[in-house]
């Protein structure tokens, strides 16, 4: 496998400055990038990823959309499916962790879903748009509890979002939607909404349960959005304007507003992905190859088996295998396997953390938590609304078994959520308060 590393960046992500430097080996990202595939149709414009298998939305013929499987075990490819751009095009794709996939077919003013019965793929129903032709969804994904969320298009501003239980949100319209470690959603397009409530409550077509947030007048436009180990918010941005320039990235720890650029080293301000990975490394998609944030630097890839990585699209799976889609190209990404001996004959061999217990609770209740190894660890309280109303852990602590107590005295009855985050992972809980 064949490594071209154009530079890294030593900068702290919170401050954006630093200084690039020349870069060696050493310097890579700590794994095995593996081309798995070189023949993608003629063309990779979406892809999802699952438990066993990788799917992929790419072009065939000049008028020809298709599905295809990567299959992970055999790393073989197959078709899928193929349709005639004539008649329909395939949109969009989403697939959960447990095998789940739906697509989407457009045609003229009509969007069918399809979803993939571990055989073939079946009619899951239609919508008739009697506003657009043609882009009717313009971003499909899945809660955390397998629900199917997506935008329907309309004349701005009267897209809405659709749940898998047929709930709407406010007249808005998306071009990415990510449900937060908090609970809430985001979505971005031209402009940036959060909602007031948890996904998975009932959402009406009001603006009751969403707020519009402001970012600073040069941080325009949000089709990528995720979350780093912090809990900040990270975004970017492909729209161009010619009253705004594209600003690299952004990130907001929900008071301020900071950003990295071309100036600090970022290959391109032109950001088509961003994912954040179990050890925390944060991916970035540029229109000059990827960035990787890792361990306090910045590493920038361009180009992989004579592959350029420009404008890429990257899935994480569950088992924190890095998956990048260009071109034609399908690789993978997995971090070199550190073996820990452990002398302590209970320490765990990853983080858990045990339901708060008395839930519900007035006003003390116990959170239990196990982590594998020695590391930071911060475990903190918010409301439902997402303010963060208590910290009950904020440092370095030894593998093992750990307990808190949560004193809610000061607090209103309520729903609350309680979340860890220790060695690049975040986990989060419920608990209800009754007075």
Known sequence: MKYYLITYVLTTFFSFSGKVAEASVSDLLPGEWILRNNNVGIGIHDFAVTDSSVWILSYNEPYNDCCYRFDKSSNMLFESLSVSRNKNNIGEIAAYSNGKVYLTL?????????????ISWLDAGKIISGVCSSHII????FDPQGRLWYWLCGHLPYG????????????FSARSIFFASDNRVWMGGRLLVRSTIPYYETFRDSWDYWEFISPPEEIYGFTSIAEDTNGDMLFGSNISSSDFSIYGVARFDGENWSRYTTDDGLPSNTVYDIEVDEKGTIWVSTGKGISCYYKDRWINYRIIDNTYLDEALIEI???GVVWIGVGVSLFSFTYDEIVFVMKEEHVPRKISMSPACPNPFNPTTTIEFSIPSPSDVKLTVYSVSGQKVATLADGFMSAGKHTVVFDGSDLASGLYFYRIQAGGIIKTGKMMLVR
């Open 106 to 118: 457009e045609g003229f003013y009509e969007l069918t879903f399809m979803s993939y019965n571990g």
């Open 160 to 171: 809405r979002v659709i749940t898998g239980s047929g709930d709407g949100t406010p007249e």
């Open 317 to 319: 799976d569950n088992d």
């Open 138 to 141: 313009t971003t499909l994904t």
